[in-house]
């Protein structure tokens, strides 16, 4: 099974949760936090509206980001690349984390819900990318960065050591499936850290926060 088709059933299931639902309303998203959002868009509270209110708030808010960057196209590029990246880390570290669980809708539900957080990070990243703040320099930084590397490589090689314990049929686990999807988690990951660089400065040190801001454990049943 390649990646793609791996991927494949997991984003068409969040893509068509999100758009399923009602349009979003930007010019409200664009003033209140997305709790508040959710509360005044949601008439009656289900799972799938409030994944919705959560994907609609963040789209708004990266549509808003694109137009403050219009003066800085390589930026606007960078942060549009590092979301799409970001955001399909998120994904597969849910679906993988349902296949260890046997399944379950937690695991879906989880990921649009996690945007909100992600754009507030893009945002705070993309501002620090302006400011001379972002391009100060330390050992501080260097430190994190190494620290956030560290712990990205060990999140790997935990997936990728998991195995089913003996007597767990979980339909939902095959070998190659796996293989694909983690094998696709550390080419993102790649992609993610060469396009932060390896500058030690307060900027590339939050990137590499993001990519280490995990939704769900390598290890952990949920």
């Not at 400011?131 to 190494?146: D, E, F, M, P």
Request: one cysteine or more; a neutral charge; proline letters at 4%.
């Amino acid at each position: 099974m390649t990646p793609a088709r791996w991927l494949l059933p997991v984003l068409l299931t969040l893509n068509v949760s999100a758009h399923a639902q009602a349009a979003p309303n930007c010019a409200l998203a664009d003033i209140v936090d997305a709790g508040a959002y959710a509360t005044l868009t949601i008439d009656r509270w289900s799972e799938a509206d409030q994944d919705n209110a959560s994907y609609n708030w963040a789209e708004c808010r990266a549509a808003r980001l694109k137009k403050e960057l219009l003066a800085f196209p390589k930026l606007s590029a960078r942060m549009d690349g590092l979301r799409k990246q970001y955001r399909e880390m998120r994904a597969l570290e849910g679906q993988l984390a349902g296949i260890r669980a046997g399944g379950g809708t937690l695991y879906s539900h989880a990921v649009p819900r996690m945007y909100p957080g992600l754009e507030v990070q893009l945002h705070s990243l993309s501002a620090l990318a302006r400011s001379s703040l972002g391009a100060q320099t330390g050992q501080r930084y260097g430190q994190k960065i190494a620290q956030a590397a560290t712990e990205h490589i060990a999140y790997i090689a935990a997936l990728r050591a998991y195995q089913p314990a003996p007597g767990e049929q979980f339909s939902v686990y095959t070998p190659q499936g796996w293989q694909a999807a983690v094998d696709r988690y550390e080419a993102l990951g790649r992609a993610v850290m060469q396009t932060l660089g390896s500058r030690e400065d307060a900027a590339t040190a939050l990137g590499y926060s993001i990519l280490d801001t995990t939704t769900f454990g390598a290890e952990d049943l949920y």
